[in-house]
């Protein structure tokens, strides 16, 4: 991977980019990098702030629709590994794709994919903040945070990048579910947690149990019931 390596100074969002190059038969595993974002994107249609300093990257895969659901759990474990081999710190996962430090979340993983007639991929989107202030951007501060200032020094951001990629692709090239799933299980602090997990209009509280084999979150309402959450958003409470 990384063959194929298209890197800008600065671009809208590097998720179009691989889906434009995915349009033009690129090869798997091609590579997006951009400095900085001008329309960086986060899931369930938030803005994901993209100044220089931080890494910003999209991978172009071909997987078999199966792989499809393990592609977040997949990329946030990889960069979560390689967060720990590269940075003195400990990196845990928030349901379903943040990877926190601290409490706080230093990357993201955006999985968009096309599995139309003619043209069947999928995008792995990764934001990871590395040597950027998050004082500087007031909508993020306490939620947030970056890898230099967790460390307390600069972070390389090229050695992170390497790290994250190689993980990424042995994860998917000799992709064992249950290995993932354990792996990924065992960093998920949301479980266990109280938690308020909201999905569009509707709001679930309760105690978050478990995942199914897909990934899905089980959160345990205080009457007893159980309930299943496939996408949304889920805070801990
Ligand atoms: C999230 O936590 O909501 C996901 C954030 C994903 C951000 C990355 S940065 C590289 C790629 N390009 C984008 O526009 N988004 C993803």
């Known amino acids: 991977w990384g063959h194929t390596l298209f890197t800008y100074d600065s671009i809208g969002s590097t998720m179009d980019r691989a889906g434009e190059l995915a349009h033009k038969g690129a090869r798997e595993g091609a590579l997006v990098i951009a400095a900085e974002q001008t329309e960086g994107r986060g899931r369930l249609n938030r803005k994901w702030i993209s100044p220089p300093g931080s890494l910003y990257f999209s991978v172009l895969l071909y997987p078999p629709i199966e792989k499809l659901p393990y592609l977040t759990?997949?990329?946030?474990?990889?960069?979560?590994?390689?967060?720990?081999?590269?940075?003195?710190?400990?990196?845990?996962?928030?349901?379903?794709?943040?990877?926190?430090?601290?409490?706080?979340?230093?990357?993201?993983?955006?999985?968009?994919?096309?599995?139309?007639?003619?043209?069947?991929?999928?995008?792995?989107?990764?934001?990871?903040?590395?040597?950027?202030?998050?004082?500087?951007?007031?909508?993020?501060?306490?939620?947030?945070?970056?890898?230099?200032?967790?460390?307390?020094?600069?972070?390389?951001?090229?050695?992170?990048l390497r790290a994250a990629i190689d993980r990424i692709e042995s994860r998917y090239s000799n992709f064992d579910k249950t290995a993932l799933l354990d792996s990924w299980k065992a960093r998920l602090i949301t479980l266990g947690q109280p938690v308020k997990a909201t999905m569009g209009e509707a709001t679930i509280e309760g105690t978050a149990t478990d995942v199914t084999d897909e990934g899905a979150l089980i959160i345990r309402r205080t009457d007893g019931s159980i309930c299943t959450v496939v996408a949304g958003d889920v805070t801990l409470s």
């Open 73 to 160: 759990m997949l990329a946030g474990l990889a960069v979560a590994e390689a967060i720990e081999e590269c940075v003195a710190v400990q990196a845990g996962l928030k349901w379903p794709n943040d990877v926190l430090i601290g409490g706080r979340k230093a990357a993201g993983m955006l999985v968009e994919s096309s599995f139309s007639r003619g043209k069947q991929y999928a995008v792995i989107g990764v934001g990871i903040n590395v040597n950027v202030d998050i004082s500087t951007s007031p909508e993020i501060t306490g939620v947030a945070t970056s890898l230099s200032e967790q460390a307390g020094m600069p972070v390389d951001s090229l050695n992170l």
